[in-house]
C-alpha cells in the first residue's frame, strides 16, 4: 500500500491481485499462505477455476450489490450514500459491466481513498495516525462477491428477505475451510462460529475455568506496510517481514 499524503488525506492504491491470497492463510497446516507458494489443502487448478466462474456469475454479483446498498444507503458520510444513490439508479447496466470486466480479465479495483481520522487524538496518545481506507462503490461489489464465495454461506430463513446466514462448507475451498469454521476467528465469521454470542462464551467459559488475565495485541501500522507489487510478492520464498 502507498500513501501519498495530502493535508489530512490520502490516495491508497490497493494492488487488489495479491489482497485475497494473501488473507487467507494456511492455518491449520502451518504454512503460511502467499501469493506463489502452494500449501497442502489450497484449492485446486481446477477448484480455482470453478471458484472464479461463482465470483462473477450474475447471481453472486447482484447479491454482492444488495448487500453493499444496504449498508452504503444507511451510511453516515453523505457522500458514500449519493454515490449508492446514483449507482442504485442503473445499478443492472452497472453491473453487467462489472460482470462482463471480470469475464475478460479487464476488471481493476479503483484506487482507495484514505481518510486520517482522529488525528490529533491518536497524536497526543504517541500513536500514529491511522487512514481509514473508503472504496469506491463498484470495488466494494466486487469484494463483497469474492467474499461470498471463499466464505460461502446458507440462508437461516428463505422467506425472511432479511434472514441471517450461517457458514456452509465448499469442498473445492480445501483448507480455507477449516479457517471459516475456526473458533478464534469471531470477529470475521459467520453463525455459529462468528459473532457476539460465541466471544462472550468463549471469554465466559474462559473465566469458569479459571482466566484472570487476557492479552492484546496489534501490528503496529499494518495496513500502511502490505507489500503491494506482484513481481515481490510472488517471487518471495518466505512471507515479507511486517515491523510490529
Avoid at 27 to 39: L, M, N
Avoid at 94 to 119: A, S, W
Avoid at 225 to 243: D, H, L, R, Y
Wanted: hydrophobic residues 35%; contains cysteine.
Amino acid at each position: 500500500m502507498r500513501i501519498g499524503r495530502h493535508g489530512d488525506r490520502a490516495k491508497v492504491a490497493v494492488a487488489a491481485e495479491v489482497s485475497v491470497v494473501a488473507a487467507m492463510p494456511c492455518a491449520v497446516d502451518g504454512c503460511p499462505s502467499t501469493v506463489g507458494i502452494v500449501c497442502a489443502g489450497d484449492p485446486s487448478e481446477d477448484a480455482m477455476k470453478t471458484l472464479f466462474q461463482d465470483v462473477r456469475s450474475e447471481q453472486n454479483i447482484f447479491s454482492a450489490w444488495r448487500h453493499v446498498k444496504k449498508s452504503a444507503l444507511t451510511s453516515g458520510n453523505p457522500d458514500i450514500r449519493g454515490k449508492a444513490s446514483e449507482f442504485e439508479h442503473a445499478h443492472q447496466r452497472h453491473l453487467k459491466r462489472i460482470i462482463g470486466q471480470l469475464r475478460d480479465g479487464r476488471f481493476n479495483f479503483d484506487p482507495v481513498e484514505g481518510i486520517l481520522k482522529d488525528k490529533k487524538n491518536r497524536i497526543l496518545k504517541g500513536k500514529d495516525p491511522r487512514p481509514i481506507a473508503i472504496a469506491t462503490i463498484q470495488s466494494r461489489v466486487v469484494q463483497r462477491a469474492i467474499l461470498q464465495v471463499l466464505q460461502p454461506r446458507i440462508a437461516r430463513d428463505l422467506r425472511d428477505p432479511d434472514t441471517r446466514y450461517e457458514t456452509d462448507r465448499d469442498e473445492r475451498l480445501g483448507a480455507i475451510n477449516e479457517v471459516n469454521r475456526s473458533k478464534f476467528g469471531v470477529g470475521g465469521l459467520i453463525y455459529p462460529y462468528g459473532g457476539v454470542r460465541p466471544a462472550i462464551e468463549q471469554i465466559t467459559q474462559a473465566i469458569d475455568g479459571g482466566a484472570k488475565y487476557f492479552y492484546q495485541s496489534d501490528i503496529r501500522s499494518f495496513f500502511t506496510k502490505i507489500p503491494t507489487a506482484k513481481e515481490a510478492v510472488a517471487e518471495s520464498p518466505v512471507p515479507p517481514t511486517i515491523s510490529a
